[in-house]
Nanobody
Protein backbone atom coordinates (compact mmCIF):
# COMPACT_ATOMS: atom_id res chain seq x y z
CA UNK A 1 0.00 0.00 0.00
CA UNK A 2 1.32 3.43 -0.81
CA UNK A 3 0.53 7.06 -1.51
CA UNK A 4 2.13 9.16 -4.19
CA UNK A 5 1.89 12.93 -4.17
CA UNK A 6 2.35 14.96 -7.31
CA UNK A 7 1.40 18.21 -8.95
CA UNK A 8 3.84 20.61 -7.36
CA UNK A 9 5.62 23.30 -9.30
CA UNK A 10 6.30 27.00 -9.63
CA UNK A 11 3.35 29.35 -9.39
CA UNK A 12 3.06 33.12 -9.11
CA UNK A 13 1.67 34.87 -6.08
CA UNK A 14 -2.10 34.78 -6.15
CA UNK A 15 -2.17 31.75 -8.40
CA UNK A 16 -3.62 28.27 -7.90
CA UNK A 17 -2.31 24.77 -7.91
CA UNK A 18 -3.91 21.37 -7.44
CA UNK A 19 -1.92 18.60 -5.81
CA UNK A 20 -2.77 14.94 -6.23
CA UNK A 21 -2.28 12.05 -3.84
CA UNK A 22 -2.74 8.76 -5.65
CA UNK A 23 -3.44 5.73 -3.48
CA UNK A 24 -2.51 2.19 -4.40
CA UNK A 25 -3.28 -0.98 -2.52
CA UNK A 26 -6.33 0.43 -0.81
CA UNK A 27 -9.38 2.58 -1.63
CA UNK A 28 -8.44 6.20 -1.01
CA UNK A 29 -11.80 6.82 0.66
CA UNK A 30 -11.28 4.03 3.21
CA UNK A 31 -8.96 6.08 5.42
CA UNK A 32 -8.52 9.64 6.51
CA UNK A 33 -5.96 11.48 4.40
CA UNK A 34 -3.92 14.37 5.78
CA UNK A 35 -1.81 16.85 3.87
CA UNK A 36 1.34 18.18 5.50
CA UNK A 37 3.89 20.71 4.39
CA UNK A 38 7.39 21.63 5.36
CA UNK A 39 8.71 25.05 4.48
CA UNK A 40 12.44 25.71 4.21
CA UNK A 41 13.97 25.92 7.66
CA UNK A 42 10.71 25.11 9.41
CA UNK A 43 9.14 22.10 11.00
CA UNK A 44 6.60 20.04 9.17
CA UNK A 45 3.01 21.08 9.87
CA UNK A 46 -0.34 19.46 9.24
CA UNK A 47 -2.46 21.47 6.85
CA UNK A 48 -5.76 19.78 6.13
CA UNK A 49 -7.45 16.43 6.60
CA UNK A 50 -10.42 14.58 5.12
CA UNK A 51 -11.91 11.67 6.99
CA UNK A 52 -13.06 8.32 5.70
CA UNK A 53 -15.90 8.56 3.19
CA UNK A 54 -15.27 12.33 3.14
CA UNK A 55 -17.54 12.71 6.15
CA UNK A 56 -15.45 15.37 7.86
CA UNK A 57 -12.82 17.92 6.93
CA UNK A 58 -10.47 19.50 9.43
CA UNK A 59 -8.23 22.47 8.89
CA UNK A 60 -5.08 22.33 11.00
CA UNK A 61 -3.37 25.40 9.55
CA UNK A 62 -5.45 28.55 10.08
CA UNK A 63 -3.62 30.32 7.29
CA UNK A 64 -5.15 28.08 4.60
CA UNK A 65 -8.79 28.38 5.61
CA UNK A 66 -10.79 29.85 2.79
CA UNK A 67 -7.98 29.19 0.30
CA UNK A 68 -7.31 25.44 0.38
CA UNK A 69 -9.77 22.61 -0.06
CA UNK A 70 -9.53 18.83 -0.04
CA UNK A 71 -11.46 16.16 -1.88
CA UNK A 72 -11.28 12.57 -3.06
CA UNK A 73 -12.13 10.91 -6.35
CA UNK A 74 -12.97 7.26 -5.82
CA UNK A 75 -12.88 6.46 -9.52
CA UNK A 76 -9.32 7.72 -9.85
CA UNK A 77 -8.51 6.56 -6.32
CA UNK A 78 -6.88 9.89 -5.74
CA UNK A 79 -7.10 12.62 -3.13
CA UNK A 80 -6.65 16.26 -4.10
CA UNK A 81 -5.48 19.42 -2.40
CA UNK A 82 -6.73 22.51 -4.22
CA UNK A 83 -4.72 25.58 -3.32
CA UNK A 84 -5.87 29.07 -4.27
CA UNK A 85 -4.60 32.59 -3.61
CA UNK A 86 -1.12 31.28 -3.02
CA UNK A 87 1.51 33.39 -1.32
CA UNK A 88 5.19 33.00 -0.67
CA UNK A 89 4.33 31.63 2.77
CA UNK A 90 2.84 28.58 1.06
CA UNK A 91 6.19 27.63 -0.44
CA UNK A 92 6.99 24.19 0.93
CA UNK A 93 7.30 20.51 0.22
CA UNK A 94 3.82 19.03 0.49
CA UNK A 95 3.13 15.47 1.63
CA UNK A 96 0.03 13.35 1.90
CA UNK A 97 -0.25 10.69 4.56
CA UNK A 98 -2.63 8.41 6.42
CA UNK A 99 -2.67 6.64 9.77
CA UNK A 100 -5.06 4.07 8.29
CA UNK A 101 -7.75 5.33 10.60
CA UNK A 102 -11.19 6.68 9.88
CA UNK A 103 -11.17 10.08 11.51
CA UNK A 104 -8.88 13.08 11.43
CA UNK A 105 -6.64 13.06 14.48
CA UNK A 106 -3.67 15.36 14.14
CA UNK A 107 -1.70 13.72 16.92
CA UNK A 108 -1.94 10.20 15.62
CA UNK A 109 1.21 8.87 13.99
CA UNK A 110 0.93 8.41 10.26
CA UNK A 111 1.86 5.03 8.88
CA UNK A 112 1.85 5.65 5.15
CA UNK A 113 3.52 8.67 3.60
CA UNK A 114 3.70 9.79 0.03
CA UNK A 115 6.84 11.32 -1.39
CA UNK A 116 6.78 15.07 -1.15
CA UNK A 117 6.04 17.42 -3.97
CA UNK A 118 7.60 20.88 -4.02
CA UNK A 119 5.44 23.97 -4.34
CA UNK A 120 7.25 27.24 -4.96
CA UNK A 121 5.32 30.49 -4.94
CA UNK A 122 7.16 33.38 -6.48
CA UNK A 123 6.31 36.96 -7.17
Amino acid sequence: VQLQASGGGLVHTGGSLKLSCAASGFPVDDYAITWFRQAPGKEREAVLCISRRSEDIKYYANSVQGRFSISSDNVKNTNYLQMNSLSSEDTAVYYCATDEGYGCYEGRSKTIWGRGTLVTVSS
